[in-house]
């Protein structure tokens, strides 16, 4: 059974950075890609970055690009997703997130195929 657990959220101030971990367990390989959603209160989960199994290719909404920076360490099974320049925006509940379709089909809920629970961001102004 695959399992996600994020880390490193917490409180900054608008224009701060913080950077989140994603430590999955339960894959037999790394044929995978990984990515982070984000959902705020009272809406709904959004797509925040992706990238391939190898690391070759991301994928960035564009309310985060220029700003955030995901990446990958397979030897660690880990993701990363750097996030400078906080704004009041960014404040949510971040997923990581696993499919096997790719980095691009991350993008799309449906190609989701595990979950993390989430680790909480928010920023003060």
């Known amino acids: 059974q695959v399992q996600l657990v994020e880390s490193g959220g917490g409180l900054v101030q608008a224009g701060g950075s913080l950077r989140l971990s994603c430590a999955e367990a339960?894959?037999?390989?790394?044929?995978?890609?990984m990515g982070w959603y984000r959902q705020a209160s009272g809406k709904e989960r959004e797509f925040v970055a992706a990238i391939s199994w190898d690391g070759g290719h991301t994928y960035y909404d564009n309310s985060v690009k220029g700003r955030f920076t995901i990446s990958r360490d397979n030897d660690k099974n880990a993701a990363y997703l750097q996030m400078n320049n906080l704004k009041p925006e960014d404040p949510a509940v971040y997923h990581c997130?696993?499919?096997?379709?790719?980095?691009?089909?991350?993008?799309?809920?449906?190609?989701?195929?595990?979950w993390g629970k989430g680790t909480l961001v928010t920023v003060s102004s």
């Open positions: 339960g894959r037999a390989d790394n044929g995978y890609a």
């Open positions: 997130a696993v499919g096997v379709g790719g980095g691009y089909y991350l993008q799309l809920l449906e190609g989701v195929q595990n």
